[in-house]
């Protein structure tokens, strides 16, 4: 979470219309949403909500804050 924690945190996690539901949200609030299964697959998998992400995870979700000005 930005200025609150020192790596990306997990802050929600859905699937199937819950997901689209979550991106609908974020989107109405001007929260960049990003399509990219080689990224939400693993996280989806491997994190759990209010966790950090992985160590293994930290290149390609950063590349993804970067781009969109998250950082």
Aim: aromatic share 4%; hydrophobic share 40%; glycine share 12%.
């Amino acid at each position: 979470i930005k200025g609150e924690t020192p790596v990306p945190t997990v802050v929600g996690k859905g699937q199937g219309r819950a997901a689209d539901e979550m991106a609908a949200q974020a989107r109405q609030a001007g929260i960049p949403v990003v399509d990219d299964a080689t990224v939400a697959e693993p996280l989806f998998e491997r994190a759990n909500t209010g966790t950090y992400i992985g160590q293994d995870m930290f290149s390609p979700v950063v590349r993804h804050l970067v781009r969109h000005g998250l950082t």
